[in-house]
Structure formats: structure tokens, C-alpha cells
Nanobody, 123 residues
Framework: QMHLVESGGGLVQAGGSLRLSCATS????????MGWFRQAPGKERKWVAV????????DYVDSVKGRFTISRDNAKNTVYLQMDSLKPEDAAVYYC????????????????WGQGTQVTVSS
């Protein structure tokens, strides 16, 4: 069992930045592809970004390309999501997740999920 704990959410003004972290334990972190998802009130949870085992390959949903950056530190068993130029429509609960395979990048089929962290963007 892998345990994932997100942190770094909060309230930010539009145009601002936040850095989310997802600390993991219980499994060998470097064996897992990591993803970030978000769920706005009343909407389905949607994929945001994915990073492969080494960090050398990433992919993003079109709406965040150029604004969000996913990264990982395998020595710290942690994945990050740097969010810049935030917009009100980015407001959601953000979840990190882990799985063994990379493809397809936008898949929502993950083995382990965190509990989420709230991101609020004021206009």
C-alpha cells in the first residue's frame, strides 16, 4: 500500500502562484508514475499532469500547459505541482496519484490516491 499526502493548497489571487507537494510512503517511489488531478465543485475529477518514473517525461492537459509544471524528487519520495498564473477556473481540490505504467498519459486509472488539497483562486 502506498500512502500519499498532498499539501500546499490555499487561497491565492488570480495571477498568483502555488506549489503543491505530494509526499509518499509505503512503496518504492521511483517505481511509480505520478499524476495530478483536480475536481471542481459539482464536476468530475479530471487529469492535470503526469510525470514518469525518472522525471524525464511529462504531459499536461492543454488548459494548464505553460502555466503548471510537474516535477519529482525521488530522494524525497515527493512529487510537486508548480502552478503559476493561476486563474479562477483552476480552483478545485487537487489530488496526486500513483501507478506503475506511463501510457496512456491522460488515463485516470491509478493504483493509489491522496486525500486532496484545496486550491481557491480569487478574481
Amino acid at each position: 500500500q502506498m500512502h500519499l499526502v498532498e499539501s500546499g493548497g490555499g487561497l491565492v489571487q488570480a495571477g498568483g502562484s502555488l506549489r503543491l507537494s505530494c509526499a509518499t510512503s509505503g512503496r518504492t517511489f521511483s517505481n511509480y508514475v505520478m499524476g495530478w488531478f483536480r475536481q471542481a465543485p459539482g464536476k468530475e475529477r479530471k487529469w492535470v499532469a503526469v510525470i514518469n518514473w525518472s522525471g524525464g517525461m511529462t504531459d499536461y492537459v492543454d488548459s494548464v500547459k505553460g502555466r503548471f509544471t510537474i516535477s519529482r524528487d525521488n530522494a524525497k519520495n515527493t512529487v510537486y505541482l508548480q502552478m503559476d498564473s493561476l486563474k479562477p477556473e483552476d480552483a478545485a481540490v487537487y489530488y496526486c496519484a500513483a501507478r506503475r505504467s506511463y501510457d496512456p498519459p491522460a488515463s485516470s486509472k491509478y493504483d493509489y490516491w491522496g486525500q486532496g488539497t484545496q486550491v481557491t483562486v480569487s478574481s
